[in-house]
Nanobody, 127 residues
């Protein structure tokens, strides 16, 4: 079992920045990837970014490329999402997720391929 706890959400003006953190409750030796999804009211949960735990390969949704950066700290069992140049359309609840099954990069875009989820943290970008 892996418990994930997100932090760092809040309210920011358009063009501003926020940094989200996600701490895993135990050693991430069995984790193959960790990522971020978001869900706005009335919309499906959508992929934001993922990082493979060993190689550090990163993957981004087109909507956040060049603005968001995912990174990890293996020693702290933590993954981060640095969000710059925020837009009102980035407003959503952001969820951290972990993959413990075999990591296949083509499957990263679907929430169904992630095994554990955090409780979510609200990000609100005002115009």
């Amino acid at each position: 079992q892996v418990q994930l706890v997100e932090s760092g959400g809040g309210v920011v003006q358009a063009g501003g920045s926020l940094r989200l953190s996600c701490a895993a409750s135990r050693r991430t030796a069995s984790v193959n990837a960790m990522g971020w999804f978001r869900q706005a009211p009335g919309k499906d949960r959508e992929f934001v970014a993922t990082i493979s735990w060993r190689r550090g390969s990163t993957y981004y949704a087109d909507s956040v490329k060049g603005r968001f950066t995912i990174s990890r700290d293996n020693a702290e069992n933590t993954v981060y999402l640095q969000m710059n140049s925020l837009k009102p359309e980035d407003t959503a609840v952001y969820y951290c997720a972990a993959v413990v099954r075999t990591f296949i990069s083509t499957g990263i875009y679907s929430p169904a391929n992630y095994d554990y989820w955090g409780q979510g943290t609200q990000v609100t970008v005002s115009s």
